[in-house]
């Protein structure tokens, strides 16, 4: 056997990273985070633009917000929530899809071989989309209006997560090809380069640049940088698997005990960011600063967000299998919700008016009541307020999960695009 089959035997001998119940548990966490941040987000978004020096005598639902600075501070959290939820969904699908393709793209037929495989992956997005388009249908004509139902705009920019998605993944094939090509290491340090620059530029739409964010279209290059940044994101997951790929015997016991393999140290870098990001926000939430305080946060830009979710990515991957994360009942539980990400994001992205018209109306006469009460009393209702919206989203997002686990997912196993 010359060099050249050892290095590719080599390759296809390494063992796969192992979908253990930690990186499940990390899809069921992004869920509830993205749910979270959607049911705070116009309030935040309301409040920040209001500012701490802008209330008047008889303040407004959003004014309470901004004039109260926990209540400030917590939804600037609850915006980082989100933004990282978004990475990691494409951050988890980079890190299993890419190592994967890039280890089989030695084979003669490589090319021939992903199309099948592609396009079912794209498949599953397209039926997804379907199923659940049909279904909002279905619920605009006869249960209640919903906005834009229908339009090239709802099927299109409503859903611009998952046809980036989509092409993340027809994308992959080429992607993993053109990264064993160049070769691992040199692919990480032009990462590098490339993550650089894009949150340079993100730092920049963020704090100097926001324009219009409701009336951008896809000819607006900051629209188009939040589809690098997401593409950045789905890459350097998948080079963070081949490095851990690369880097262990059996998929179970590395070679060398890296930092990045190391939970311990993993978790208290994690607490150190935790602690400096909270006396950020605690600093700019003092000192009235609402705009800088948005754009901490702003959409794709966060490069805490990114920080946080590799971390995250990492603390999940190097924790290994033979660690019970929880007893057989709820790792069912975990199992059966993370699968349902995907048909999440659909849903709340062409229904959302179905469960936030009564959770805004509920979250609204709370806010209500706090205009009426004295300072001890805006305290009380105030805390009902991120209490009731917190738990709704995490209903919410429960039960979205739990429909799709029996509407979604049986009808990709009967197609055949799923196991």
Not at 8 to 34: C, D, F, W, Y
Not at 401 to 413: T, W
Request: with cysteine; charged share 10%.
């Amino acid at each position: 056997m010359n060099s050249t089959d050892s290095r590719h035997s080599s390759k296809q001998t390494l063992a796969k990273p192992p979908r253990n119940q930690h990186i499940e548990m990390l899809r069921v966490l992004a869920i509830m985070g993205i749910a979270v941040f959607h049911v705070f987000l116009s309030w935040f978004e309301q409040s920040a633009g209001l500012g701490a020096q802008n209330l008047s005598l008889v303040p407004s639902h959003a004014q309470v917000l901004a004039g109260s600075a926990p209540s400030m501070w917590l939804m600037s959290l609850i915006n980082l929530l989100g933004s990282w939820g978004n990475h990691v969904f494409y951050m988890i699908s980079g890190f299993f899809l890419i190592p994967s393709l890039a280890e089989y793209s030695h084979q003669f037929d490589y090319w021939r071989s992903q199309v099948i495989p592609t396009l079912k992956r794209v498949a599953i997005v397209v039926v997804s989309v379907l199923l659940y388009g049909i279904v909002a249908l279905m619920v605009n004509a006869w249960l209640m209006p919903l906005p834009g139902a229908g339009t090239v705009s709802w099927w299109g920019m409503g859903l611009e997560f998952i046809w980036l998605y989509l092409c993340f993944v027809a994308l992959a094939p080429l992607i993993a090809w053109v990264i064993e090509r160049i070769g691992s290491n040199a692919a990480q340090w032009i990462a590098v380069g490339v993550l650089i620059s894009v949150y340079a530029l993100n730092i920049y739409i963020a704090y100097a640049s926001q324009g219009d964010v409701y009336g951008r279209g896809l000819s607006d290059w900051r629209k188009q940088m939040s589809a690098v940044t997401y593409l950045v994101s789905f890459i350097f997951a998948g080079l963070i698997g081949q490095r851990i790929r690369s880097t262990s015997v059996g998929g179970n016991e590395p070679k060398a005990r890296q930092w990045w393999r190391q939970p311990t140290i993993l978790v208290e870098l994690i607490a150190v960011m935790m602690l400096v990001l909270l006396m950020i926000t605690g600093i700019l939430v003092s000192r009235g600063e609402y705009t800088l305080l948005y754009a901490l946060s702003f959409k794709s830009t966060s490069l805490i967000s990114f920080v946080f979710a590799v971390l995250a990515l990492l603390l999940c991957a190097s924790v290994q299998r033979s660690v019970k994360l929880a007893a057989r009942t709820r790792t069912h539980v975990i199992s059966a919700l993370a699968p349902g990400i995907l048909g999440f994001y659909i849903a709340q992205s062409l229904m959302h008016a179905v469960w936030f018209t009564p959770c805004y109306a509920v979250m609204q006469t709370i806010l209500g009541r706090a205009v009426e009460h004295s300072e001890g009393g805006i305290a009380l209702e105030l805390c009902a307020f991120f209490i009731f919206g917190i738990l709704f989203a995490l209903v919410i997002a429960t039960v979205l999960c739990i429909i799709d686990h029996f509407l979604r997912q049986p009808l990709l196993r009967a197609l055949h695009l799923a196991k």
